[in-house]
């Protein structure tokens, strides 16, 4: 029977379980000292030991100067803070001089100044 131009049987199906025990038998077949090296091979080498605790080191270094430049940040906002603090604190006590100026010119000129204004 030919649907579209091509044979229809059961030659696919054939050939697709044969590449399926073909890649089986691939697999299982390996030599014996293929099974014996997987098993008493060591889970983890010393080269990757090594590369492992270069990496920690550098991660510990990383989060070290990390933490420095960020306390020294806050050293920096601390400071910036406290001077805005103080730059406001003497802002006030201008203005607290500004009023009385005002308030003692008011008293003794009291046309030249508006009331609402203080």
Known sequence: ?????FPVSGTMT?????????RRNRFWDK????????????AVTMKQVRLQEEVNMALKK????WKQETNDLHDRFDN?????ECHDKYLVQ????????RAAVR???PTTLNDSVV
Do not use: F
Request: aromatic content about 2%.
């Open 107 to 109: 008293v003794q000129h």
């Open 80 to 84: 910036h803070n406290m001077k805005i």
């Open 31 to 42: 030599p014996a000292d293929w099974k014996s090296r997987l098993k008493n091979r060591p």
């Open 1 to 5: 029977m030919v649907l579209m131009g």
């Open 62 to 65: 990383i989060k070290a100067e």
């Open 94 to 101: 201008v203005l607290e001089r500004n009023m009385d100026v």
């Open 14 to 22: 054939k050939i697709r379980e044969s590449k399926l025990t073909d």
